[in-house]
């Protein structure tokens, strides 16, 4: 039974930082890519960031050169580090795993909100 747990979310200040964790249990996690989605309220789910199983990432322009994903084969954990934070960046953020060569992947967590509000 696979499972993928985030952690990390909350209300953070513009400006602030925040870093996602997302724990895989029940896949072979150094075979499997992750990624980080969000869906900002009313609107659709968007792809923030994808890391390879080979450690190639990708990230969305919207974010580029503020969030960071990475991951520790060794912990099962993959993370977003997310920097200079501003309203829009507010949304449920999800993780996705699986062995597909693209994303989005076969699972998901269950999300964890972030809201980026004064």
């Known amino acids: 039974q696979v499972q993928l747990v985030e952690s990390g979310g909350g209300l953070v200040q513009p400006g602030g930082s925040l870093r996602l964790s997302c724990a895989a249990s029940g896949v072979i996690f150094s075979l499997a890519g992750v990624g980080w989605y969000r869906q900002p309220p009313g609107k659709e789910r968007e792809l923030v960031a994808v890391?390879?199983?080979?450690?190639?990432?990708n990230s969305a322009d919207s974010v580029k050169g503020r969030f960071t994903i990475s991951r520790d084969n060794a912990k099962n954990t993959a993370y977003l580090q997310m920097n200079s934070l501003k309203p829009e960046d507010t949304a449920v953020y999800y993780c996705?795993?699986?062995?597909?060569?693209?994303?989005?992947?076969?699972?998901w967590g269950q999300g964890t909100q972030v809201t980026v509000s004064s």
């Open positions: 996705n795993a699986g062995y597909s060569s693209t994303a989005p992947y076969r699972y």
């Open positions: 890391i390879s199983n080979n450690f190639i990432t």
